[in-house]
């Protein structure tokens, strides 16, 4: 390569020239930024997770849309996890944080019914 100032020959990976001390076309490589792209899948996972918080507590139409947005939200953070490790997309705490509201969701959701059981339970047998 040579030097668009002076003409000297330079090295092919020279940032400046070591004659005149111009820049060359690799400082601009060197200095641009690398651009991750956006994950998605983390992004709907989470706001999907916030969601079916949303929609759980509307009667009767809110309880079936609440589950398929627990669904969607579970198996997108997962996918936006595998995309943020795999493909280097950013936003890996987000969709983190959408699995973690989801994990959540699921203890509730599993407490409520060990709950509804017992009294059910209790209820059947006399005790209540």
Same mark, same amino acid.
């Given at each position: 390569m040579f030097c668009k100032n002076c003409g000297s020959?330079? $090295?092919?990976?020279?940032?400046?020239?070591?004659?005149?001390?111009?820049?060359?076309? $690799?400082? $601009?490589?060197?200095?641009?930024?690398?651009?991750?792209?956006t994950n998605v899948c983390a992004i709907l996972g989470f706001v999907f997770a916030i969601l079916y918080w949303v929609f759980a507590y509307i009667p009767v139409v809110g309880g079936y849309i609440s589950w398929i947005l627990?669904?969607?939200?579970?198996?997108?953070?997962i996918v936006g996890i595998q995309n943020a490790k795999k493909?280097?997309? $950013?936003?890996?705490?987000?969709?983190?944080?959408?699995?973690?509201?989801?994990?959540?969701?699921?203890?509730?959701?599993?407490?409520?019914?060990?709950?509804?059981?017992?009294?059910?339970?209790?209820v059947a047998s006399g005790l209540i």
């Open positions: 020959e330079i $090295n092919d990976n020279a940032v400046v020239c070591p004659k005149c001390g111009v820049a060359t076309e $690799n400082l $601009n490589r060197a200095q641009e930024p690398e651009v991750k792209k627990f669904i969607a939200g579970f198996v997108l953070s493909k280097g997309q $950013n936003l890996k705490g987000l969709a983190i944080a959408g699995l973690v509201i989801c994990c959540v969701e699921l203890v509730f959701v599993v407490m409520a019914i060990v709950g509804l059981i017992t009294l059910a339970l209790g």
